[in-house]
């Protein structure tokens, strides 16, 4: 059974950088197709992609957050890491992790697919004003 | 790029049948197959219910069902039960740029 967990502080001051860790297990983020995406949900909101990266090390962000994002993977732990550049009270969200499913190979062509099957528990991050 | 459009909220009794929408553009849910759906309890982090508009996951009763006319996707729950209840998220690839592009979500009430 996959499973990915969220790590980090669960209160940054604004202007700071945010760093969180994805710990999973039962997947490797170097086979073919796999990938691990961050998604972050404010209070009572709705869910906002933040980021994916890919098991070549091919990465996405979200292009309105583009700027102040970096995602990395370190395979020998198994982790993917998230950092966010000068917080604001406006990201304060519980934070996701999840697993991005290897396409599936048809003919002996590899089918794209972009959804999340296991999802962490999320944590929280709060930037107080 | 704005949000995907969902209904705030959708309602409907034991038994009976409820769709929800997602409507967006040609750019995304119109123009590609890759449009999914996420069941989300309070407290808890999203579950997978659909996903390529009509593929179902290992483990989602086949009361969900899924379906696209245009740039409007639809996710339909028949015979709803109390477990129903929850918030639910469209979403869809937009392009290399913006691969999952989320809906407003839709608070289901199983009255």
């Known amino acids: 059974q996959i499973t990915l967990k969220e790590s980090g502080p669960t209160l940054v001051k604004p202007t700071q950088t945010l760093t969180l860790t994805c710990t999973f297990s039962?997947?490797?983020?170097?086979?073919?197709?796999?990938?691990v995406g961050w998604i972050r949900q404010p209070p009572g909101k709705a869910l906002e992609w933040l980021a994916l990266?890919?098991?070549?090390?091919?990465?996405r962000y979200s292009p309105s957050l583009k700027s102040r994002l970096t995602v990395a993977k370190d395979t020998s732990k198994n982790q993917v890491i998230l950092t966010m550049t000068n917080m604001d009270p406006v990201d304060t969200a519980t934070y996701f992790c999840?697993?991005?499913?290897?396409?599936?190979?048809?003919?002996?062509?590899?089918?794209?697919?972009?959804?999340?099957?296991?999802w962490g528990p999320g944590t929280l991050v709060t930037v107080p004003s | 790029q704005s949000a995907l459009t969902q209904p705030p909220s959708a309602s409907g009794s034991p038994g009976q049948s409820v769709t929800i929408s997602c409507t967006g553009t040609s750019s995304d849910v119109g123009g590609y197959i890759y449009v999914s759906w996420y069941q989300q309890h309070p407290g808890k982090p999203p579950k997978l219910m659909m996903y390529e508009v009509t593929k179902r996951p290992s483990g989602v009763p086949d009361r969900f069902s899924g379906s696209k006319t245009g740039n409007t996707a639809s996710l339909t729950i028949s015979g709803l039960q109390a477990e129903d209840e929850a918030h639910y998220y469209c979403?869809?690839?937009?392009?290399?740029?913006?691969?999952?592009?989320f809906g407003g979500g839709t608070k289901l009430t199983v009255l």
């Open positions: 979403s869809s690839y937009a392009g290399y740029n913006n691969p999952y592009m």
């Open positions: 999840a697993h991005k499913p290897p396409g599936v190979s048809i003919f002996g062509v590899v089918t794209s697919n972009y959804y999340f099957d296991y």
């Open positions: 990266i890919y098991w070549d090390d091919d990465k």
């Open positions: 039962e997947f490797s983020l170097t086979t073919s197709g796999v990938g």
